[in-house]
């Protein structure tokens, strides 16, 4: 997987991974259910090729279908896998294994209002800070094969460093997982209440907890 470079904050929107993506076709996914970990150590990098986005889909509605939210993530809902609007001008972050093929992946938004952020009308009720740009964390999936592998902190490494190399003032992410919601606690982040949000327009809005961090350094 020679499409893939580690953190680099020269990678801005107009290159090809920030295209506009085009119907995916899928790459394989299947995992042996008792395959053999021991490999090389399993590192995020930042994806620059939008072809992998294909692979990362697929993998997002494995994984959710499968863990419990079946009721907004679902092949009826997402035929072609689950990616949105948002997919197309964010960061992503993979880890590959030993095959290449895609076992984990996150994403990170940069907004630099709230009229982009397409999630606005579910949290302007908070007091938002009112500084530029901000970061949206969100899509973090881990094949269940890979887990306890620290993939989901190194993940949240990798975008954290980022958006310090790239002056994010602030941070904000939608979360749900308790295992998740320590975690980001841990780094800083508060959560500041609940919020109601649909990822479908044809399903019902359904409650998230709020997270934000401000960026110390600013």
């Known amino acids: 997987m020679n499409t893939l470079l580690e953190i680099n904050p020269s990678i801005l929107p107009g290159t090809d991974l920030h295209a506009a993506p085009s119907r995916p076709t899928f790459l394989n996914t299947v995992f042996e259910e008792n395959s053999v ?67 984990a992946s996150a994403r990170l938004n940069l907004f630099y209002s709230f009229a982009d952020f397409p999630y606005y009308s579910s949290v302007q009720k908070f007091l938002l800070p009112q500084k530029w740009p901000f970061g949206f964390y969100s899509r973090l999936v881990v094949h269940p094969d890979y887990r306890k592998n620290g993939l989901s902190r190194k993940l949240f490494h990798s975008r954290d460093v980022f958006c310090q190399q790239m002056g994010v003032q602030w941070s904000q992410a939608f979360i749900n997982n308790p295992f998740i919601m320590c975690q980001y606690e841990k780094s800083g982040f508060l959560n500041i209440g609940k919020a109601e949000v649909a990822y479908h327009p044809s399903e019902h809005p359904h409650v998230v907890n709020v997270f934000i961090k401000m960026n110390e350094n600013f």
Do not use: M
């Open 37 to 103: 970990l021991e490999q090389k150590e399993l590192t995020p990098q930042l994806a620059t090729d939008s072809a992998l986005l294909n692979e990362v889909y697929r993998l997002r509605l494995d994984v959710w279908e499968h863990s419990g939210n079946t009721a907004f993530v679902n092949r009826n809902l997402y035929p072609d896998g689950w990616y949105d609007e948002l997919d197309a001008t964010a960061f992503h972050w993979i880890v590959a294994n030993d095959e290449n093929k895609i076992i």
